[in-house]
């Protein structure tokens, strides 16, 4: 070990640490509770990780006490102690976890924080719970020894710009055999937190159900333990209260507010585990990282293992809980657990079983299921384009906004299927209100036919599949031909128009043709338009407009050219059959088509200028200027 290990070091913080530090420092939260709830979580984590690497070193447990957790207030010095022999920290993991926050989208969540109404409960979600601290204290000083090892070091900070590294002094090195204490030098309007009641009750309210024992040692009298120190998943129902269930899903996804669903079970036979899982009723900070990390926690036989199996498929990470195993070996590696076949038919019947509770939630509590899909909808959606096994079900889940109304389900939608209608109708954009007025709608709004609106970036996806729902095809209106003829128009009168086109079929597509040249890959007549000029499809064979332009987004995939379908009965068309081929008139409004079909998709023209241009010519012509 170098002098400059071994030496006193200042070191400034990350500066997403000194923000988020700020934040904290002034904070504006009324609910400065959290800070203990996080801090005997994350001594809690130190007690498992320790548990964990013992199975494999059983030496790190040396002769030590039982693994616990000490809260400890002293008046006189007003500093409250929160101490674990768990597994303890060298001097780079002091730095590297105290000083740094080595997650992706820290800079986007410190910016969601200060916006936040419920901060506190993001602070939990993204991990970063130690620095809530510094709402009730002016400074903190943390001294760890790491299992196996002799050296005791010391992280010292008041919140300022950073923090100080030491070697702990003979007499806090003798008073820490193993593991971490925290010392909180408590504000001036935080002393109540070394009354002891004001300990326990918010022990009692968000950490009772942490697996290790939680002592508080009083400044006179004995210690004693302070929560259940029970893994409420291996109890059984008819033992737990809703209340008991709320605490546990607010202690496990470090959370404030109620679950909207609450699965607990056991499963015998060929194996055994215990689960617990919650659906929350809000939607977490990191909801959309990249990783679609799960947060389920395995356990084997209480010991915890990781909270990285991918226990429950991507599209249900918004769910929290534990599966807790009795077969599978202590000593499995992390590694081991994505080939494990014995853990992957637990993951397959955990999924099922999810899937299964949010169907009878769905059928049985429609209020707590609609929090669901109104936070979650996007995510299970997911589910739709991954699980063919359970598309189905899931697509029974779904509700949509309609051109009939909102959260409607299929089965409500085909309930309502017009005469003649054989097919599910619908329209992918990137808002529901310029989906409302988007012109491919007008052939099935004249016949009164109802379509989904669908805006969430996944539908692109999940659409680009073959479906079907309950033998009924899922139709786009926007992709490869249409053709609503059997189906009666609301108003008969319509029909009268229909055989009535301002413009000749084949002359008019073939200088329209002409005059766009290689800008379209072909044009058609429409039979999707009653009153709009033109709309640009795709081909049916081929990936969606809105699919192409969410991947060109992404640098991914070519994009194809579109096929503009004209109205023959709208008189801008019939305009182009009078003019004379060839004339600046007919290129002016066949490209005025290509242009005004690109707006209404939310594109803008290949040149704006040009566009400009073409229209002040035109409204000018027809002006008589």
């Given at each position: ?15 997403e640490v000194s923000e988020l530090l700020h934040l ?286 991918d226990l429950l498929p991507g599209y249900l990470r ?308």
């Amino acid at each position: 070990m170098t002098t400059s290990d071994t030496a006193a070091h200042t070191q400034p913080f990350q500066a997403e640490v000194s923000e988020l530090l700020h934040l904290m420092v002034h904070s504006v939260y009324s609910e400065t509770d959290i800070f203990l709830r996080e801090l005997v979580s994350n001594a809690s984590d130190a007690c498992d990780k320790l548990r964990y690497e013992a199975i494999a070193s059983p030496a790190l447990l040396g002769e030590g006490d039982a693994l616990k957790i000490r809260i400890s207030p002293d008046k006189q010095a007003t500093t409250l102690t929160i101490a674990d022999n768990g597994i303890g920290m060298e001097r780079q993991e002091l730095i590297d976890h105290l000083g740094t926050i080595a997650r992706s989208g820290t800079k986007a969540f410190v910016s969601k924080l200060k916006e936040a109404k419920d901060g506190l409960g993001l602070i939990g979600q993204f991990g970063v719970g130690f620095y809530s601290a510094f709402m009730v204290a002016e400074k903190i000083v943390v001294i760890s020894r790491r299992a196996g090892e002799s050296d005791v070091w010391t992280w010292t900070s008041s919140g300022g710009s950073g923090f100080e590294i030491a070697r702990a002094s003979d007499e806090e090195a003798a008073r820490l055999t193993r593991g971490t204490a925290i010392v909180l030098h408590l504000k001036d309007d935080a002393k109540k937190y070394l009354e002891t009641y004001e300990i326990e009750r918010i022990v009692g309210a968000y950490s009772d159900n942490i697996l290790f024992p939680i002592e508080l040692v009083p400044e006179e009298g004995e210690p004693r333990q302070i929560n259940s120190a029970s893994a409420l998943w291996q109890r059984s129902k008819s033992e737990l209260t809703a209340d008991d269930y709320k605490k546990a899903y607010q202690q496990i996804a470090s959370a404030f507010d109620d679950p909207a669903m609450t699965l607990h079970y056991r499963a015998e036979g060929r194996y055994s585990y215990a689960v617990l899982l919650f659906a929350p009723s809000t939607k977490p900070f990191d909801l959309f990282e990249p990783n679609r990390k799960g947060r389920v926690k395995l356990y084997v036989r209480r010991v915890f293992i990781t909270d990285d199996a991918d226990l429950l498929p991507g599209y249900l990470r918004f769910i929290r809980g534990v599966v807790d195993s009795e077969d599978l070996p202590l000593n499995i590696s992390r590694e081991m657990l994505q080939n494990n076949p014995q853990l992957a038919q637990i993951r397959k019947a955990v999924a099922t079983r999810a899937v299964s509770e949010l169907e009878g939630l769905a059928e049985k509590d429609a209020e707590n299921f609609a929090k669901i899909w109104d936070a979650f909808g996007a995510v299970l959606k997911e589910g739709i384009y991954e699980d063919f096994e359970r598309r189905e079900k899931l697509l029974a889940l779904s509700h949509f906004t309609t051109t009939s109304g909102e959260k409607r389900s299929l089965k409500q939608v085909i309930a309502d299927f017009k005469p003649n209608q054989t097919e599910i109708y619908y329209l992918v954009g990137d808002s529901i209100e310029r989906l409302k007025s988007n012109p491919r709608l007008e052939a099935a709004t004249a016949r009164g036919i109802e379509v989904l609106l669908l805006s969430d970036p996944v539908d692109a996806f999940w659409t680009s599949m073959p479906s079907e729902f309950e033998g009924k095809p899922l139709k786009s209106l926007s992709q490869g031909d249409l053709n609503l003829d059997l189906i009666p128009r609301v108003d008969d009168k319509d029909e009268a128009k229909k055989e009535e086109p301002e413009a000749d079929e084949a002359a008019t597509i073939a200088v329209i043709k002409a005059a766009l040249g290689e800008r379209v890959s072909d044009v058609k007549a429409s039979t999707r338009l009653t009153s709009s000029a033109s709309c640009l499809v795709a081909d049916s064979q081929g990936p969606s407009r809105e699919l192409e332009r969410i991947l060109a987004q992404q640098n991914r995939g070519m994009k194809t050219k579109p096929i503009l379908e004209i109205n023959l009965r709208h008189p801008m068309v019939g305009a182009i059959t009078k003019a004379q081929a060839g004339s600046k008139v007919v290129d002016d409004l066949s490209l005025l088509l290509l242009e005004q079909a690109q707006i209404l998709d939310g594109e803008l023209p290949e040149d704006p200028a040009a566009f400009a241009a073409r229209l002040n010519r035109l409204v000018l012509q027809g002006l008589g200027a």
